[in-house]
Antibody
């Protein structure tokens, strides 16, 4: 079955950096827009950003709250999408999910990872 | 684009018909999806394109609307449907509604 697995989360101090990985199994990511979505403890879902497929330019879009601090990239050959998070703030704390968005679904996410927890605290 | 979901929460019984609404601050065509999320789990796609049922999702779930006003309907609530539901717009920058928690009455 299709699987996405996030890794790289953990406890980090404010102002530091962290890189999350999203590894795909049983499918290749090259045809998909790859998303990152986060959820603060007890709160709703917040879109972080996405990277389009290289077929569609491989460009990125970000939420205003992370623009300039976070960078999404992809390595289709390794089936991995990345989220580089710099200048972390306490409000970045939460569970980070990656998901894939097929074109047929008008970019809605049909498969999600289980999430990885990022805690930003001194 | 802001998405306003209502109600914030609701209490319902098994077998009830449940309706959740989502209003967008701008016209988004049919670029709207609905997700179900249970505690400690990733969201699950229910509806995309405002009204297309995702493969494997029970037919008691349906979506309607276009432009700015959208609805998710559960025709006969089942025990496994108690969860939080989110709408998501995908027109330009992505955003989610605030969520609707469906609880047991």
């Amino acid at each position: 079955e299709v699987q996405l697995v996030e890794s790289g989360g953990g406890l980090v101090q404010p102002g530091r950096s962290l890189r999350l990985s999203c590894t795909a199994s049983r499918f290749t990511i090259e045809a998909y827009t790859m998303n990152w979505v986060r959820q603060a403890p007890g709160r709703g879902l917040e879109w972080v950003g996405f990277i389009r497929s290289n077929l569609n330019g491989g460009t990125t879009e970000y939420a205003a709250s992370v623009e300039g601090r976070f960078t999404i990239s992809r390595d289709d050959s390794k089936r991995i999408a990345y989220l580089q998070m710099n200048s972390l703030k306490t409000e970045d704390t939460g569970v980070y999910y990656c998901s894939r968005a097929p074109r047929f679904a008008l970019l809605a996410s049909d498969y999600w990872g289980q999430g990885t927890l990022v805690a930003v605290s001194s | 684009i802001q998405l306003t979901q209502s109600p914030y929460s609701l209490s319902a019984s098994v077998g009830d018909r449940v309706t959740i609404t989502c209003r967008a601050s701008q016209v988004i065509g049919n670029y709207l999806a609905w997700y179900q999320q249970k505690p400690g789990k990733a969201p699950k796609l229910l509806i995309y394109g405002a009204s297309t049922l995702q493969s494997g999702v029970p037919s008691r779930f349906s979506g309607s609307g276009s432009g700015t006003d959208f609805t998710l309907t559960i025709s006969s609530l089942q025990p496994e449907d108690f969860a939080t539901y989110y709408c998501q717009q995908l027109s330009g920058h992505v955003s989610f509604g605030g969520g609707t928690k469906v609880e047991i009455k």
